[in-house]
């Protein structure tokens, strides 16, 4: 939760201020992550969740869809292949979480450029600029 509130600060901070939150937050994640990666199975909606919000720091404040979907692909495929130890109590919860990770990675997929594909739109830009 500390996370998700600095992440919260971040987006709507300014300079130093927007960068003092994040740096909170990506510390109040990464310690959370420590946690429950010792603590929980892949399958556990608290891990889950916050593999989902943490992704979701990596896109939105950091700028780094690369970063945000590798974190989400690994929590997805990490529960995938634990299916068979999700308990019953919190397998609706899990599914859901897991379902919301897999349409933010067919979302943000679209954002990662395929290679010589940055490159090209950089060329075009700069090819156009001083025509007119």
């Not at 989400?72 to 859901?96: G, H, R």
């Amino acid at each position: 939760m500390k996370g998700d509130y600095y992440r919260y600060l971040a987006e709507f901070k300014m300079g130093d201020e927007r960068k003092e939150a994040a740096d909170q937050s990506m510390k109040a994640y990464q310690s959370a992550t420590t946690t429950a990666e010792a603590e929980l199975p892949p399958t556990h909606p608290i891990r889950l969740g916050l593999a989902l919000n943490f992704s979701v720091f990596y896109y939105e404040i950091m700028n780094s869809p690369e970063r945000a979907c590798h974190l989400a692909k690994q929590a997805f495929d990490e529960a995938i292949s634990e299916l068979d130890t999700l308990s019953e109590e919190s397998y609706k919860d899990s599914t859901l979480i897991m379902q919301l990770l897999r349409d933010n990675l067919t979302l943000w997929t679209s954002d990662i450029p395929e290679d010589g594909e940055e490159a090209a739109k950089l060329g075009a830009a700069k090819v156009g600029e001083g025509d007119e």
